[in-house]
């Protein structure tokens, strides 16, 4: 790999000349910086990210950053964000650094890193906690971030942030089942350790109310991360009386829904709506979804606006511009809550299942 040192040697200047030159700096012949820049063309030379950070430069590259150890159902579905973020950092002409946390290492630590060694000119948080650390540690870094979620003290602590209307979104849910003729929904919630799996079975209990109907706890599942946990509480709930066994559930997620669509035969079910059946809805529209049988009937969440409007703000804040022109009109579906704080609605998709 070729040197800013390769390249004075080949122009026959300093390496202070080669490093002046490409960083644009007006002390510099245009020709001779002309001269430099074609040679560190023709040995394919890129400058080191964090020198460029050191001398004042932006290094381009923006770092993602979940917690998968905390969702292990999740995990599909960040693995089509990520990439869907990657096309929205490209059409930015930003690189994108993705930082799983691990157990085993400390929070602060990671952040503090990426922070002080100019690896990453702003961060994406995921995976945002009811109470994040990473949120006010950030903050106090003077770090660029911009959240994927919200904290439960989101107001007080004035971060920004993108998040989807999880709570909005599953009590449009409800609303439908009551329309079509449920009136015992059973519930079948993630580990409330995330803040999306709270405002999601918030969306559950405000859709029941709005309903007229009363929350029955023999219809709740919770902290559900795989089939065997899904197993546990779906058993008791199908082998219900009939006047109290659900006709419909609804899963945080649509690996749960998966789970429950391959469990119910199990005790003598089928998923839709008529005699021995149950509905049953997901979350997220992840791309099997729709290739289930039956059909998944889901919340799709908008994955493509999602990252748009996350890069947006990421790169308005690196740049220390006010709100980006993308969210000074904002479409059907987005809210503005606060300044560059954006709630994006998820759509109901009705497929056979439900």
Do not use: W
Not at 144 to 150: D, K, L, T
Not at 213 to 242: I, K, W, Y
Request: charge should be negative.
């Amino acid at each position: 790999m070729a040197t800013i040192f390769d390249i004075a040697k080949k122009a026959g200047v300093s390496i202070t000349t080669v490093s002046r030159a490409l960083n644009g700096y007006s002390d510099v012949n245009e020709n001779t910086r002309q001269m430099i820049v074609q040679i560190a063309e023709d040995l394919n030379y890129y400058p080191n990210a964090a020198a460029r950070s050191l001398q004042g430069k932006k290094t381009n590259t923006i770092a993602f950053a979940p917690l998968l150890n905390d969702h292990q159902e999740a995990e599909p579905f960040f693995k089509e964000f990520t990439g869907v973020l990657a096309l929205a950092s490209f059409r930015h002409d930003l690189s994108l650094l993705v930082t799983l946390v691990g157990k085993n290492r400390n929070l602060e630590e990671i952040y503090r890193e990426l922070a002080g060694t100019g690896r990453v000119d702003g961060i994406i948080l995921a995976d945002i906690k009811p109470q994040d650390e990473r949120i006010p540690l950030l903050q106090s870094l003077k770090m660029p971030f911009v959240a994927f979620g919200r904290s439960l003290d989101y107001e007080r602590l004035n971060y920004p942030f993108v998040d989807v209307d999880g709570k909005a979104g599953v009590a449009k849910v409800v609303a439908y089942l009551h329309e079509t003729g449920h009136r015992r929904i059973a519930y079948l919630a993630e580990p409330f350790t995330l803040a999306y799996a709270r405002d999601r079975y918030d969306g559950y209990r405000q859709g029941l109310e709005t309903a007229g109907l009363t929350e029955d706890p023999h219809l709740l599942g919770q902290n559900l991360q795989n089939e065997e946990s899904v197993a546990t509480v779906l058993r008791p709930m199908m082998e219900l009386p009939e006047d109290k066994r659900p006709t419909a559930i609804i899963a945080g997620n649509d690996y749960l829904a998966l789970h429950v669509l391959e469990m119910l035969p199990k005790f003598g079910f089928s998923p839709g709506k008529g005699e021995n059946q149950v509905a049953v809805t997901g979350f997220d529209d992840l791309p099997f979804a729709s290739f289930l049988q039956p059909a998944l009937t889901t919340l799709r969440q908008p994955i493509t606006s999602t990252c748009t409007v996350l890069l947006d703000l990421l790169v308005a804040l690196i740049k220390n511009q006010d709100e980006p022109a993308s969210l000074l009109t904002p479409g059907p579906g987005t809210t503005l809550v606060g300044p560059k704080q954006v709630l994006l609605q998820p759509e109901l998709i009705v497929r056979a299942s439900a």
